[in-house]
């Protein structure tokens, strides 16, 4: 008797804290995946408009490096990017 029953499926975990503000606030700034990408490679970043869905569905690790860089080509402090504290939770268990 073959059994067609999956395994159940592990809980998918966020590699970044910034993901979700970092698309937040770059649709509050009216830039595009595409832009922001293009935004970043100016300022020495070789990163792509998929590397941009990737971080922020929290797919990607992102380096402090990268965040200054993120910050820089949104013009806000790189402190904004991170969720509040009583927000961390929320993002941390999602």
């Given amino acids: 008797m073959c ?7 592990k809980k998918r975990t966020r590699k970044n804290l910034i993901g979700r503000v970092l698309s937040r606030i770059r649709d509050e700034k009216g830039i595009s995946q595409r832009e922001l990408a293009d935004i ?9 408009r ?8 929290g797919q990607r ?11 820089r080509a949104l013009g806000v402090d790189k402190h904004s990017l991170f969720p509040h504290d009583d927000q961390a939770n929320e993002f941390l268990e999602s």
Avoid: F, H, M
């Fill in 50 to 57: 998929d590397t941009i869905t990737r971080i922020e569905n």
């Fill in 40 to 48: 970043c490679q100016r300022s020495g970043w070789s990163i792509a």
């Fill in 61 to 71: 690790k992102v380096s402090d490096y990268e965040v200054v860089i993120l910050a």
């Fill in 3 to 9: 059994s067609s029953a999956r395994p159940p499926r």
